[in-house]
């Protein structure tokens, strides 16, 4: 584990970083630096055309990494940075090639953790970064969930900055502001009605022809296989896990491994619910889907491609 100077020393060196976030962790590479990304893709197991995010210490940086920025990306930058909010946006020229997976746009996102944003402004630059494990996997959400995924691919010279367990626990919400209109990309913890109240537009749904990996079928998938279940159709599993908000009865020989007060720690303790089971050795989860709108829309689609198995 290292500080934020040795972070940084890491990032100016061409090295890796995990960094911490409000959302999950992310494994960084200074943005300008086409070798160290290139290294995130292959740490990752990721295909070399999806995308990373870049994290921006500050919002006025903006326009060093984007062009044509519309007047409402401007007003959702102003209300939610720093926060769990990715905005797409046409690139500027420098960004590299490596950093978009060879699109015209790029993802731009001012994290709410100080740590991870003192970093950023000391390298003076911008931090490409994916959340911080296998392709396809469960994110982590604690330095520790790091380590076991992706510790023994990690090199002498990168870094570890552990910055307590995430807040928000599961990514920023993604909208695309490359037309006349804010879409969504990945639902969040910042919501639909928050955008469109923000920006006094309607938000567009998700059409296909933007592709991003969290839009995939499959994703965010432990070994188990997780069994989506509404409230009032508690399926029966014996020795299943049970991940689900408090309100919810356990069936009599079932497991719970999340017992939520409310959606926006159901959200935070998800990820570490699922690792969960993998690290019991169960062979099956019944995640009970929360059924109110914002932030339950996010768990209800993040639990639905956990589920999706293929
Ligand atoms: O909360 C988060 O967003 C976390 C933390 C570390 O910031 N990051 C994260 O990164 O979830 P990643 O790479 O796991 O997911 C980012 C998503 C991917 O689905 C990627 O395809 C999409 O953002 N994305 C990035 N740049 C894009 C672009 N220019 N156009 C469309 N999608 C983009
Ligand atoms: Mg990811």
Redesign the pocket.
Known sequence: MQGIDGAVAALRAGALCVIP?E??Y?LAADARNEAAVTRIFSTKGRPAD????V?LADSRDIDAWARKIPHYARLLAAAYWPG?L?L?LPKHQDVPAIV?GG?D???L?V?AHELTRTVIAELGSGIA???ANRFGKVSPTTAQHVIDDIGELLQSGDAVLDGGPCTIGI??T?VACTGAQPRM??TGAITSSMIEETTGLDVLAADGT??????LASHYAPAARVHIAEPRAVPTIPGAGLIALREIPIPAGMVRLLEAADDGAYARDLYAALRSADARGLRDVVAVLPTDAGLGSAIRDRLTRAAHSG
Do not use: D, F
């Open positions: 976030t959302t999950v992310g999806h995308p990373l995010i994290h769990p990715t797409i978009t699109q746009s790029v993802g996102r994290p970064a994916p959340s990514e920023s993604i990309l990945r933007i592709r991003a990996s969290g839009t």
